[in-house]
């Protein structure tokens, strides 16, 4: 297993995360596009001493983003839904 802060980069905090976190008690990472499920649960319980019932994964496409004439795309990322 690698470093779990190297798994989990940062929270994102939403309108929608933060109406998911009061009802079903989900939270939302961005995660390593490279982790799957199993390192994404030992990082989040190990950073933050919870227990993890499930966890969910998407890949998200970078948008295309314009500078005047210059166009160019950000990066794509990986988001987990983690259900506590």
Do not use: C
Request: aromatic share 8%.
């Amino acid at each position: 297993m690698r470093n779990p802060r190297s798994v989990v980069k940062k929270a994102l905090i939403t309108e929608k995360g933060a109406l998911l976190r009061e009802l079903r008690r989900q939270y939302h990472f961005e995660v390593a596009r490279d982790a799957n499920k199993i390192e994404i649960k030992y990082a989040v319980e190990t950073i933050f001493g919870v227990k993890v019932k499930q966890v969910q994964t998407m890949q998200m496409r970078g948008k295309m983003k314009r500078q005047g004439r210059f166009a160019g795309r950000r990066s794509a990322w990986k988001k987990a839904v983690v259900t506590l």
